[in-house]
């Protein structure tokens, strides 16, 4: 019998070779994740090459497992020869785009390992659209809104990788299908209590400064502190675990008084930069910082030591004597270990096997327990940041091992830094799980009995949604919170709707923080002027300029689309966003009023009747950007146009039928005498 051989088109013999040729490069001459990394394992440790501050000893992982088992505790690697490519495209990419988040990446070829199983293949020359599209739809099927769209940004990458370096069979084009989840500022409450999830509970608020208050033992001071410096300004809690012991900065101001503030490192990109604390939670930052410092400063000391020392191991003042000694008994061991006095000879000799430490006739060699001391210092030592020169010596926030433990026994002669799963769990992060937080040890709860919880995150929303509601503008937003692009200032923004009401509401009050047609209401009407407010202002909604007060309850909008033109329309200086869209429109507006012009001098029929529209736009928004720059009105006040037409879309239409009628009669009187015919004739 002939052997049956079965054919492949050039196109698909290329992509299996472009595919192999992939593998090789990856596999033989990258050295991204290390030379020797093992590359046919399940798992790569790429911890040391992404350089992650604040996350201690956690190990950052890559799993290539597959879609089904992802969740398992014994996870199945993806089959060849897709894990192979896999692979290759991660260490690949990295090379040329790193970054911090590897998951995404990840994620997103499971999800694609995952669509091509379903159509019969586990090659990946074999992706096509439509095996895209099903990929697309078991990310969104597996994730939240938000990391879906993240994951198929990466998967849309993919495509694009595959494509132009000719590994798939046949040429596609692809776009991901997932959109980006909305960041509108939307009403209801559901989009209330989405919003207020994002920010610390009152309970919260209320216990923080009760906790800081009654903080006595180390965990307590040391992470009361850490809140009381996060609810000072918008500081990610990694920029806050990175400050050096010198963070502090005091300048004087024209007026003889002392400005207070924080030298900080973004983590984002953003430059170096000083964070001035506002006067009223300056004292209460600088004393933070002073508890941090003394209770940490033993620490401090056995990193001067070791950077100092690095080969022998570090004995305080009352230990010196054990210096000299070439063996150590159990119990001195126990001594030299532990600050905890009578630690038993079972636990130290325990210790000795699970360390590799020989123990002969009782007894250890001293130069051994120095060797495996210093093989426990944290990873990098002595630099915590390479980057910025920082060294474990020199920060803030550094502890001797298990010091913050509630149930392991604190080191004398080892150091850690704090890491962001030790604040948010002592935030309460973990109580679910049985880990107490500073708030069950202090006796503080919700209101409902139920523990309180609260991220190192949450302060950060809460401060840029302070910002917002008081007016600052979106610039000072984004340098305060140590942001390089003010667009992100929306993620953070959670004034809502009702409270944007209260707010206008208030100012209508204030004779200096309104302008124009609101300033101009009655002072001497039959009732006070808050209760007129909340007559007028039942609702707010917003727009790219500014504000909407229409009562939809009422009536649909009878100007949609045309906000400069209505007067239910408020805008609020300070917002730098709505502020540089109003000068776009100017712009804009300008050369629209020119080629209107420009069409009715060359005679062009309605130019005329454009050309007033455009003047009318332009002359408002001029108005409007001349009272937006005046420096007489200040920020946050409640700005409203004055002389505005009241003429709706329906009056405009009758209006416009009224001509219409008119015009048609005209023309038909005029047919009638051109043909010399009267009506009664006709």
């Not at 001071?221 to 900065?249: H, K, N, Q, T």
């Not at 502020?579 to 005679?603: I, M, Q, W």
């Not at 009105?633 to 405009?652: D, E």
Request: charged share 25%; glycine share 4%.
């Amino acid at each position: 019998m002939n052997n049956l051989k079965i054919f492949s088109p050039k196109k698909e013999l290329e992509a299996k070779e472009n595919l192999c040729a992939l593998v090789n490069v990856a596999r033989e001459e990258l050295s991204i994740f290390g030379a020797n990394l093992p590359f046919d394992d399940i798992a790569w440790d790429i911890t040391e090459y992404l350089g992650i501050k604040g996350h201690g000893r956690k190990r950052v992982r890559i799993f290539f497992s597959s879609q089904a088992t992802v969740d398992s505790s014994r996870p199945d690697q993806m089959e060849e020869p897709f894990c192979s490519f896999a692979k290759s495209y991660v260490r690949y990419m990295h090379s040329l785009r790193p970054t911090l988040n590897p998951a995404f990446r990840v994620s997103a070829l499971r999800a694609l390992d995952a669509a091509l199983i379903e159509f019969g293949s586990n090659d990946p020359t074999q992706v096509n659209a439509a095996v895209l599209n099903r990929a697309a739809a078991i990310i969104s099927e597996s994730l939240t809104e938000t990391t879906a769209y993240r994951v198929s940004i990466q998967l849309e990458l993919i495509a694009k990788f595959i494509v132009e370096n000719q590994l798939a069979s046949m040429p596609f084009q692809w776009s991901s299908p997932t959109r980006r989840p909305s960041d509108t500022i939307k009403v209801g409450k559901i989009f209330d209590d989405e919003r207020q999830g994002k920010l610390p509970s009152e309970a919260a608020l209320d216990a923080l400064p009760k906790a800081f208050h009654l903080a006595t033992s180390f965990p307590d001071v040391l992470y009361s502190s850490v809140a009381a410096i996060l609810c000072s300004a918008p500081d990610r809690i990694g920029e806050l675990l990175s400050l050096p012991i010198d963070c502090e900065v005091s300048d004087s101001l024209f007026d003889g008084t002392t400005a207070y503030g924080l030298r900080w490192w973004p983590a984002k990109g953003a430059d170096p930069m000083v964070k001035w604390i506002i006067p009223s939670m300056a004292p209460v930052v600088s004393l933070a910082i002073s508890r941090i410092k003394e209770i940490t400063a033993p620490a401090r000391e056995i990193a001067q030591w070791y950077e100092t020392n690095p080969d022998e191991l570090y004995l305080p003042d009352g230990l010196r004597h054990f210096a000299g000694k070439e063996s150590l008994s159990l119990a001195e061991l126990g001594e030299i270990l532990w600050i905890r006095p009578g630690i038993s000879k079972p636990t130290v000799r325990q210790w000795c096997v699970s360390n590799g430490v020989s123990v002969s006739n009782g007894s250890v060699v001293m130069a051994d327990i120095a060797q495996v001391m210093v093989k426990l210092l944290p990873e990098g030592f002595p630099y915590l940041n390479r980057a910025t020169h920082l060294r474990y010596s020199q920060i803030l926030c550094l502890t001797r091992k298990n010091e913050t433990h509630s149930n392991r026994a604190t080191y004398r002669c080892m150091i850690d830094p704090v890491t962001i799963n030790q604040v948010n769990s002592a935030f309460g992060a973990r109580s679910k799980f049985g880990f107490e937080s500073i708030f069950d040890r202090l006796g503080f709860f919700e209101d409902n009995g139920e523990p309180i919880r609260v991220s190192t995150h949450q302060f950060r929303h809460y401060l840029n949604t302070l910002a917002q509601s008081g007016g600052l503008t979106q610039l000072d937003i984004a340098k305060w919170s140590g942001r390089i692009d003010i667009r992100q200032n929306n993620a953070y923004n959670h004034v809502t709707a009702d409270q944007m009401v209260v707010k206008v509401r208030a100012l209508i009050g204030e004779s200096s923080s309104h302008h124009l047609p609101i300033a101009e209401l009655p002072r001497n009407i039959p009732i006070s002027r808050d209760e007129f407010a909340r007559l007028k202002i039942s609702t707010a909604h917003t727009t790219d300029f500014g504000f909407c007060l229409h009562d939809y309850t009422m009536s649909p909008c009878e100007l949609f689309a045309d906000c400069i033109n209505c007067n239910e329309h408020v805008c609020v200086k300070g917002d730098q966003e709505k502020t540089e869209f109003v000068r776009r429109r100017f712009e804009e507006s300008k050369v629209l009023l020119a080629k209107a012009e420009l069409a009715k001098n060359n005679g062009y029929y309605g130019a005329d009747r454009w050309m007033d529209h455009h003047q009318q736009i332009a002359t408002r928004l001029m108005q409007l950007c001349d009272i937006l720059k005046n420096p007489a009105i200040p920020i946050g006040s409640v700005v409203q146009l004055s002389n505005l037409p009241t003429v709706s879309r329906i009056s405009q239409a009758m209006e416009d039928r009224g001509e219409a009628v008119v015009k048609f009669h005209r023309n038909r009187k005029s047919s009638f005498a051109s043909t010399g015919t009267s009506k009664k004739e006709k």
